[in-house]
């Protein structure tokens, strides 16, 4: 190394060289810090972008039901618990309630809907017929008596009149129908009752003694002497049949 010289001592001079290498020194290191400041910052700056990337293309969630929104199909679930199923959660579509039992609908001005009692079914009433006599002349007009008995167990409602009302005529083995009431000029009246427990009612038809045709149309013949038989009803509920007899008119004795 070069010995310095000058007026000054050695010592001064050599400080000096000290000094200015110290400050090469720091020099260098802050370059070199700045250098690698410079590079990290750098790398850092594609990390943040990609960040802000993936922020921007990730979607935003929906945000949550709020209680009010959850509780309203909750109140169309049924009674018991129905979300139960579900697993707890509000938002799930609750399930449907079962239909509830309801009665048999009844046509408009029905017995049941008149009276508020439930109608006599058929097979609650008991239907019998009777004869006023159980022989008859030849043009006479027999008169039918129709019972019917509420036998069941609680007041029901029917309708007794002649439009559910009929009898009809028939032949002693009962094979033909020579007679009905509903087939000339029936009587559609409508006598709606309630009727109690073992409670009667009874109605006459009268017979003209002559045979007819549904709807009336062939012509009507007195029915000739002999043995007949006769069937009631009311709405599908049928009596029992009867018999009776026609005779032919005594003749006077010849000569009074």
């Not at 001064?12 to 400041?37: C, H, T």
């Not at 049941?112 to 439930?118: L, N, Y």
């Not at 009809?168 to 559609?188: I, M």
Request: proline share 11%; with cysteine.
């Amino acid at each position: 190394m070069i010995e310095p010289q000058g007026p000054l001592p050695p010592e001064v001079y050599w400080r000096r060289r000290v000094v200015a290498g110290a400050g090469i020194v720091v020099a260098v290191v802050a370059v070199i810090l700045l250098i690698v400041a410079l590079s990290g910052g750098s790398g850092d700056a594609p990390d943040s972008a990609n960040a802000a990337a993936k922020s921007s293309a990730t979607p935003t969630p929906a945000p949550a039901p709020s209680k009010t929104e959850s509780a309203a199909p909750s109140s169309e679930a049924p009674s018991g618990g129905g979300n139960h199923g579900n697993g707890g959660d509000p938002s799930a579509a609750p399930e449907a309630a079962p239909p509830a039992d309801t009665p048999a609908e009844q046509p408009a001005g029905s017995p049941a809907e008149q009276t508020g009692v439930p109608a006599c079914s058929d097979q609650s009433l008991s239907v019998v017929l009777y004869t006023d006599k159980p022989t008859y002349s030849t043009g006479d007009q027999p008169v039918f008596t129709l019972v019917t008995t509420n036998g069941g167990l609680a007041p029901c409602s029917r309708d007794i009149g002649k439009a559910a009302q009929n009898v009809t005529v028939r032949t002693l083995d009962g094979s033909r129908t020579l007679w009905s009431a509903q087939d000339c000029a029936p009587d559609k009246s409508v006598n709606i009752q309630v009727l109690q427990p073992g409670q009667q009612v009874r109605d006459d038809i009268t017979w003209s003694g002559t045979t007819s045709s549904p709807g009336c149309k062939k012509k009507r013949v007195q029915i000739a002497p002999g043995g007949y038989q006769a069937i009631g009803k009311l709405g599908e509920r049928e009596s029992a049949p009867i018999t009776f007899n026609v005779v032919a008119p005594a003749q006077a004795p010849v000569g009074q």
